[in-house]
């Protein structure tokens, strides 16, 4: 099989790449353009660690919000105290929906500010679909 090669020095010379390189002008980098692109590539590759993720904003958010949750149902729920009638200090169911309502309300809201955050998934979960 005899395949004719072409020249090589006539094939530069006459590609249309090169002529429109030849025409455009040249353009200097800045002095700092090694080291801003090692430091995009270097950004580029890393992942937040697991412990960052989690101290963030709209996580923490969402734990404070089910602690308080959690604290005023286990209030509403235990039972009456042998301390003085003015210490004693009970919510009832409504008053225990109502501040779980809230603070349903302001994990949502802290939510909305971080939307990338969170997967589909969890965003169902938190509006209750």
Do not use: Y
């Not at 530069?12 to 390189?21: F, G, I, M, Q």
């Not at 430091?39 to 590759?45: I, M, V």
């Not at 989690?54 to 209030?75: D, E, K, M, R, Y």
């Not at 779980?100 to 997967?119: K, Q, R, W, Y």
Request: with cysteine.
């Amino acid at each position: 099989m005899n395949r004719k090669l072409p020249n090589t020095d006539d094939s530069w010379e006459h590609d249309a790449v090169w002529k429109l390189l030849d025409h455009a002008t040249p353009v200097n980098p800045s002095p700092r353009f090694v080291d801003d692109a090692v430091r995009a590539a270097r950004l580029a590759g890393q992942t937040e660690s697991w412990w960052k993720r989690l101290l963030s904003p709209a996580p923490l958010a969402g734990l404070a919000a089910t602690c308080v949750a959690l604290a005023f149902t286990i209030v509403s729920l235990s039972g009456p105290t042998s301390a003085p009638e003015e210490l004693s200090n009970t919510f009832d169911s409504t008053q225990a929906a109502a501040i779980e309502e809230i603070a349903e309300t302001e994990t949502l809201i802290a939510a909305v500010d971080h939307l990338d955050d969170f997967s589909d998934h969890e965003l169902v979960s938190m509006i209750g679909f």
